[in-house]
């Protein structure tokens, strides 16, 4: 059981796959697993059989399936990408999409009632974007984020929540500035997924 690093970027030199394999170096290589969903060429699209598999709680594609594989083997998962249009790209939302379906990512009982399944889990999202942090607050794009990522992806699983870690203004040319957050970003959630599972292994930390 280890990390699964997910990245939803087009290009191998992105600061996407860079923050990837940083996070993977600060963690070993034994303790984690690089997934890059455009590089494997994941289907995001939610089909009509989908929709049926969704339904009937039977899943026919085999990639599904080995998604949720993957996922089973990990006890954190870390969502690295860059932010698009205030948001995660379509590949990302679309693995999700089809993923985290009825039947394994959650439920409902007799009453109708929603039975989250993945608390065995952590999520952690390491999101690139090329604005300023003061721009996220000043659109209210932090509150949005948490409700539609936090609250209405990770909490209706009943994923726990892990560490979020921005890396700010990508763009900005100061690559100094970007590779130094870039580093903090990825060191706070090597070290929320180090805290988590002392936690979990009932050790005591100072």
Known sequence: MGTLIVTAHPDTDSLT???????????????????????EGFDPRFTVQDRRDNLTRQISDPAVVAEQERVDDATDVVLVFPVYWWSMPALLKGWIDRVFIT?????????????????????????????????????????????????????????????????????????????????????????????GRADAAGTVRD
Not at 19 to 25: D, G, K, V
């Open 17 to 39: 796959h860079h923050a990837a394999h940083r996070l993977q170096q600060l963690l070993g290589d034994a303790a984690s697993t690089l997934a890059h969903l455009a590089q």
């Open 103 to 195: 039947g394994w990512a959650f439920g409902f009982d007799e009453s109708d009632r929603l039975v989250p399944s993945l608390g065995r889990l952590t999520m952690h999202l390491l999101p690139i974007s090329g604005t300023a942090e003061e721009s996220f607050a000043r659109h209210g794009y932090a509150e949005s984020f948490t409700t539609q990522i936090h609250h209405g992806i990770i909490d209706y699983c009943g994923i726990q929540r892990g560490a979020t870690a921005f890396v700010y203004d990508s763009e900005s040319g100061d690559d100094t500035a970007v590779a130094r957050d870039l580093d903090v970003a990825a060191g706070t959630i090597v070290s929320a997924i180090a805290a």
